[in-house]
């Protein structure tokens, strides 16, 4: 039975660039311990909220909410030590690429011992263990060997389980998932998401995923937002994505790329009927 516990809560949330073009609009859910898929084209909004929610958009885009919390604290009141506080603490975020977000400079023990030495009081042998046991949970080999190692001697695959461990490893109630596998060949995201959806099952966490790939989502998600251009449009348990019927959704599932409908037309999505009042929130 899912924890009742309220970890994100947003009310019309609305994100604009400096010159008033809105991005996001009046954008409202919320979610517990649960797996929710936060889903929709390039430049829906989706990457947007979950840096909105971690305190991370770049400093053109202005956001304001009548209501925006994070584990029942107000994300845009936070200061920069609370900010510090919740970050890796009690939510972790994981981003699309490990290339850019390990530090080529430094070890992976390092990286990943960094939030032991900013949120626990451990000795160094203690956390040195901690790492080695979260490189075993995410399914590394060696760790021991492995924690000495440097981003560049890992395939994207290890490079993604770094940074997984990285961000679980002080047992958050709340991951933030941004497209975790997008740089992924196609047979390792598969591993890679079930390996998050293990690691989130077993810890009793909640999760947000950021995705485009409605195939995932319908499989290990239990709910689906469904954004476009800005606006929540759907929303429904992930097992009816296949039968969904808002026209934006079902042609969002329409165009899975499948052996089947080599050389059959795409459909095309019909833009005027997104404007009616059909499922919008």
Not at 84 to 98: E, F, I, N, S, T
Not at 158 to 177: E, F, S, W
Not at 183 to 208: P, W
């Amino acid at each position: 039975m899912p924890n009742k516990e309220t970890l994100i809560d947003i009310q019309k949330l609305n994100i604009e660039l400096d010159n008033g073009t809105r991005l996001v609009k009046d954008l409202s859910f919320n979610m517990g311990r649960e797996r929710v898929a936060l889903v929709g084209e390039s430049g829906s909004g989706k990457s947007l909220t979950a840096r909105t929610l971690m305190g991370l958009l770049p400093s053109a885009c202005i956001p304001s909410a009548e209501r925006l919390e994070l584990l029942g604290q107000p994300v845009l009141e936070l200061s920069s030590s609370q900010w510090c506080q919740l970050r890796g603490q009690d939510v972790a975020m994981v981003l699309q690429d490990p290339k850019y977000a390990l530090n080529p400079a430094r070890t992976l023990g390092m990286q990943v011992e960094e939030p032991l030495k900013l949120h626990q009081k451990m000795g160094r042998k203690e956390r040195i263990e901690k790492v080695e046991e979260m490189f075993n949970a995410v399914g590394l080999p060696n760790p021991s060997t492995l924690r000495r190692w440097y981003p560049h001697q890992l395939s994207g695959g290890m490079g993604q389980r770094v940074m997984l461990a990285m961000a679980l490893i002080n047992n958050p109630k709340l991951l933030i998932a941004d497209e975790p596998t997008s740089a992924l060949d196609h047979a390792m995201r598969d591993q890679v998401l079930e390996l998050i959806y293990n690691l989130v099952e077993e810890r009793d966490m909640g999760l947000l995923l950021i995705s485009h790939d409605l195939q995932q989502v319908a499989q290990f998600s239990e709910r689906v937002l469904v954004m476009y251009q800005g606006k929540l449009l759907d929303e429904l348990p992930a097992s009816e994505l296949a039968t969904s019927t808002h026209p934006y959704t079902q042609t969002l599932w329409s165009c899975q790329p499948h052996r089947d409908k080599r050389g059959a037309p795409l459909p095309v999505l019909d833009r005027e009927a997104l404007e009616e009042p059909h499922g919008d929130s």
